[in-house]
């Protein structure tokens, strides 16, 4: 299979529930990342579509249910490829190199938040990635306060986004040594 470009949304969950259209059941962090995957596919002409995750329990999996949704969005069905074994994004990286080795441009739809150690990632693997971002967290108002304020809930919920992807990259940094275009667990 030769592609100019693979635009690979990343997985961030599902609930699967057969009374609810397939867009429905993606989350909304994975809703956004497949938009902004099917916006880009859309403006380019040799593409496909990658849909990524695993399913839990002999359920069907995120990257079929993201599938179906694209499909229902308007991709044709013969340019979308799944990933349905990836947990976590590093299996991403892993499963997409297996899949398509050196056979196009991946561009990565993925949170704006997630973006740097998703493209870390696939940097490691040896690939010159093109990011997609989406899902921003903070956005420039016009009518914006600029003085003083207290925390807020929104502020809160912004240091957690925070936190959980600096501790994810603290974690993959730690756990795996790269090797070429490959990553093992350190075994020290």
């Known amino acids: 299979m030769t592609q100019a470009y693979c635009i690979h949304v990343l997985g961030a969950g599902y609930d699967l529930d ?9 989350d909304l962090k994975t809703l956004g990342r497949l938009i902004e995957g099917i916006r880009v596919f859309k403006q380019l002409p040799n593409s496909i579509l990658v ?34 074994t990836p947990s976590t994004t590093w299996e991403e990286v ?5 899949t398509f080795e050196d056979n196009g441009i991946p561009i990565i739809a993925t949170d704006a ?13 040896g690939y010159e990635p093109q990011a997609a971002p989406t899902n921003f967290k903070v956005k420039s108002r016009h ?7 207290l925390p807020n809930v929104k502020s809160i919920q912004l240091m957690d986004v925070w936190l959980h992807e600096v ?3 603290l974690k ?3 756990g795996v040594v790269v090797i070429g ?3 093992t667990e350190d075994k020290r």
């Open 167 to 169: 501790l994810g990259e």
């Open 51 to 84: 849909t990524s995750g695993y399913a839990g329990k002999n359920l069907e999996s995120q990257a079929s249910v993201a599938r179906r949704a694209a499909i229902a969005l308007g991709v044709p069905k013969d340019k979308i490829e799944m990933l349905e």
């Open 143 to 149: 009518h914006s306060y600029h003085g003083f304020s």
């Open 181 to 183: 275009r490959q990553k």
């Open 18 to 26: 057969t009374t609810l259209p397939a867009t429905s059941q993606l």
């Open 94 to 98: 892993l499963a997409f190199q297996q």
């Open 113 to 125: 938040a997630h973006m740097p150690r998703a493209m870390d990632m696939f940097r490691a693997a």
């Open 172 to 174: 993959w940094r730690m």
